[in-house]
Structures are given as C-alpha cells and as structure tokens.
C-alpha cells in the first residue's frame, strides 16, 4: 500500500469548502473535524494566486495540527506551495503523472471523470505511475547518494517478460519498467553500480488476502526463499554480476 493510500484507507467523511465559507474558513474546518470530518479540500475557483495560497497554507497548518488530510483543487503549484497532502485534479487541469512528478510519491492525487473512457484512462494511469513513473522518480533520488560498489534490485514481477491476459496495462508498465533497468544498468556500468532486475512469480504475501483470498499459497514462493537469492546475488565479487534473476514457483503459474 503505498503512502497516499495508507492515508486515505481510514477516511469516512470528506468536506469540500471554498475559502470564504459564513463565520470563517479556519472555524468551520475546525468545526467540521470535530464533527468528524477527516478529510478536507480547498476549492476555490475566484481567488487571486496569492490570496488562494495565503487560505491553502492556512488550510494546510491546521489540517496538521488536527491530524487530517488536506488537498487544494485543481492547482499542483498552490498544493506545493502550501505544502499540503495532494491535489484533486479536473480532465482540464495537469496531468497525473505531472502532478506526481511535482508533489512527489507520497502525494494524494484525485482526479474528477466523467464517463467510463475516463475512468479506464485514469486506471491506466494510475498503474503506469506507479509501476513505472514512481521507480524512475525513486531510482532519480537514490543515484545522488549511491556511490562506486553499490547495487541496485528493481522488483518487478515475472509480468516484466510474460503477459497475462486482461492485464494489459500492469504488463506494460512492468515491461517499461525492466527496459528501464536494462538502460539503467548499462548506463551505470562505467560507475560500478551494478543492477539487478528481479523477476518473480507468485509469492507467498499478505498481498493475496486482498487480490485472491482463496489463493492455493502452499504453492507459491516464499519470501525468504526470494531474499536468499538476493543475498547471493549482491554477495558476488566486484567483478561478477547477475543481471536478472527469474523466480518461478515449481508448479509455474498459477
């Protein structure tokens, strides 16, 4: 589950305000938690950029004092700029994966449909964010800090080199992922950062309590089997590297 997810899982109750709601926007929010609100966004479609970020970043101190998600509509800059949790955004506004790329993985990001396109596009999107667009962003960070000697394991799942049916677009993003590693690794050679592209099939996780509950688990992988093949791998001399390791379960796929 990622961050933004973890955050939303709990919320019952969403307010939606513009900033100038009778007896004032900071009392009725505070009001409004009280009450039992545990989500808030700030929609407000006439204020000037300045006066809209002043009524954000005051939205966005309270919502962390009282302990509550806050997110601005339509405006990626203004949530940034007020440092609040994430933004919901209209078919008009910046794209998703903009959007990400500008409040980082741990943002909220809504964004409005209206027809089943674009509730199939946003789901596309949504994938390819997180499968593919989230591990460039994550892999961009962690290059600053790597040095000579380190090593790199991209999780990707056994999708990034087989097709499932009726999953077109977590095949894509998997198989975008692995190209991703494979350029990677080349381009990180001459600074003897290795990368490794892991590759596994069906594993023994909590994830299956919610994707197949009835799941026949006794045949998958287990975890532990999977790090030890990791361990190995990242043990290898200076002079050794695995590039890809594939992990199947003895039955193959289930």
Known sequence: MSAASARLSGVRLYLI????????????LEAAVRGGVDMFQLREKNFADSALLEA?????????????????????DIALAAHADGVHLGQDDLPVGAARALLGPAAIIGLSTHSREQIDAAGISTVIDTNLNGLFLMTQAALAVMKRGSTIVNNLSIAAERVFPGLAAYNASKHGALGFTNTLREELRPKGIRVIALMTGATDTAIWNTLWPNAPRRKMMSPETIAGTVVHALLLPDNATVEKIVMMPTVGTL
Do not use: K, Q
């Open 56 to 76: 954000a970043a005051s939205c966005a101190r309270t919502c962390s004092r009282l302990g509550v998600p806050f997110i601005v509509n339509d405006r990626a």
């Open 17 to 28: 305000s513009d900033a100038s709601p009778p007896g004032g926007l900071i009392r009725l």
